[in-house]
């Protein structure tokens, strides 16, 4: 691919069974500023996809969409080729959908197996309830093991783990129930090269099981490199580039980026000439 080649157009529908989400024509407005202008976005089922581009570009209020916190004001949604609405958050996890933020919602003082089962407690048999914390330890633990994440013990509280831990707890926690679509808000943000290694292995070791499709916001374009399969780019409320991670490299992918801003920028003129 030549640096001047023009910006790939973005995936079509996948194939009927193909395509874990799909997001068609999918527009939102804030009063008079239009901050998605038509989204065309395909998921591929077991797929990693990178969604980058600069601040305003959009990622935010898509993301904010597929979570259920705003409704889209045009397109279509569509999971495992069936269209949906997602007016609440709790109809969003109710798809399938999960959202990993960077403030990670871990109760720093709770141990690790509490965190895991946060909102989801096992409680004992009975008319007062209790806390079936053996319980919980012990499915913690084989949960963290299933998945590969190392942790010193399922009873260390959360404040106790390095940045990375406590980025993989809260990405086991998102997928520990039926998930199929997970959304990564930054999960390399200010991390060594030793916990983002953890991390990147803990995507693709999902990724790769087929339990969860996997969506990863980032604006460091190296990170998403090592990460992801397939790479989107948002630029002023529209997806301008798709391309297969080993299809491009950095240098390409950075100069196609220009060229795309140089012709929007060619298009806002051209329109108030």
Known sequence: MSAAAQPVEPAPPAPDGAAALEVRGVTKSFGALSVLKGIDLTLRQGEVLG????????????????????????GEILIGGERVTLPTVA?????????VYQ????IPQLPVYLNLFLGHEITTLGPLRLLNKR???????????????????????AVALSGGQRQAIAVARAVRAATKILLLDEPLSAMGARESRLIIDLVKDLASSGRVSII???????????????LNVMQGGRITINQQVNETSLEELTELMVSSYRRQIEEVQNAGA
């Open 216 to 230: 990863v916001i980032d604006h460091n374009y190296a990170h998403l490199f090592e990460l992801c399969d397939r």
């Open 91 to 99: 109809a969003s996890k109710a798809q399938g959908i999960e959202t």
């Open 103 to 106: 403030d990670l919602a871990l």
């Open 135 to 157: 319980e919980m330890r012990k499915l913690a633990r084989q949960y963290l093991d299933d998945i590969h994440v190392n942790v010193p013990s399922v009873d260390a509280e």
């Open 51 to 74: 969604l980058v581009g600069d601040n305003g570009a959009g990622k935010s209020t898509l993301v904010k969409i597929l979570s259920g916190f705003q409704p889209p004001d045009g």
